[in-house]
């Protein structure tokens, strides 16, 4: 039932691991985003997919690399984690880019503490 | 630079009472804004929209007013209840891209 999920919810792990969120959405939808929420709930875009192309690329470490596999995926892989990574990561999908297809379906988040 | 911001941070509204949250944005080339609501440990959920060639839409018991001249969003939400209590964000979407630029937030507290 889920529309937009994300795996895991919570993820603990220490300082230089390499960790991966995966998320899905059931929706249909041709565009997907990833999200960083800070501790302060300031929300930032960090990528965007449209049918699994790159289309927003903000100025992310390039420890982060996203992966869409097909359109129904976004997943983000975490090289060399470090402290200043903990934050929630929100996925996010939406029908396309263009009007009036813009709203945006977030996932449930996923916690992510570096130790 | 561009950016997106909320005059208060937290507001605290007795039951019952009208709430207005405001948002004020820097880039005249928006040209479409979302309100988003996020409850603690979800994520955020759209409330409702306005395209900038509009001034005002309604929803249920939910109204954006949109003012370009100061560049300016508010949502009014009648009648508050305890499950508004949530964080509210305004989201501007750059009219030459697909980039959604975040406000800071606004924490609505109901007082029963």
């Known amino acids: 039932d889920t529309a937009v999920s994300q795996t895991p919810k919570y993820l603990v792990t220490q300082m230089g691991n390499d960790k991966s969120i995966k998320c899905e959405q059931n929706?249909?939808?041709?565009?997907m985003y990833w999200y960083k929420q800070d501790s302060k709930k300031f929300l930032k875009i960090m990528f965007s997919?449209?049918?699994?192309?790159?289309?927003i690329n903000e100025t992310v470490p390039n420890r982060f690399s996203p992966k869409s596999p097909d359109k129904a995926h976004l997943n983000l892989h975490i090289n060399s984690l470090e402290l200043g990574d903990s934050a929630v990561y929100f996925c996010?999908?939406?029908?396309?880019?263009?009007?009036?297809?813009?709203?945006?379906?977030f996932g449930p988040g996923t916690r992510l503490t570096v130790t | 630079g561009e950016s997106v911001g909320l005059h208060l941070p937290t507001l605290s509204v007795q039951e019952g009472d009208n709430s207005i949250i405001n948002c004020a944005y820097s880039?005249?080339?928006?040209?479409?804004f979302i309100w988003y609501k996020q409850e603690s440990g979800k994520g955020p959920q759209f409330i409702i929209d306005?395209?900038?060639?509009?001034d005002k839409r309604q929803g249920q018991r939910v109204t954006v007013l949109l003012n370009k001249t100061v560049k300016h969003l508010s949502l009014q939400i009648a009648a508050t209840q305890p499950g508004d209590s949530a964080v509210y964000f305004c989201?501007?979407?750059?009219?030459?891209?697909?980039?959604?630029?975040f406000g800071t937030g606004t924490r609505l507290k109901v007082l029963a």
């Open positions: 989201a501007e979407k750059d009219g030459g891209t697909y980039k959604y630029i």
């Open positions: 929706l249909g939808h041709d565009t």
């Open positions: 997919y449209n049918n699994k192309e790159l289309i």
């Open positions: 880039n005249s080339a928006s040209d479409y």
């Open positions: 306005i395209r900038s060639n509009m």
């Open positions: 996010a999908s939406s029908m396309g880019q263009g009007a009036p297809l813009y709203e945006q379906y």
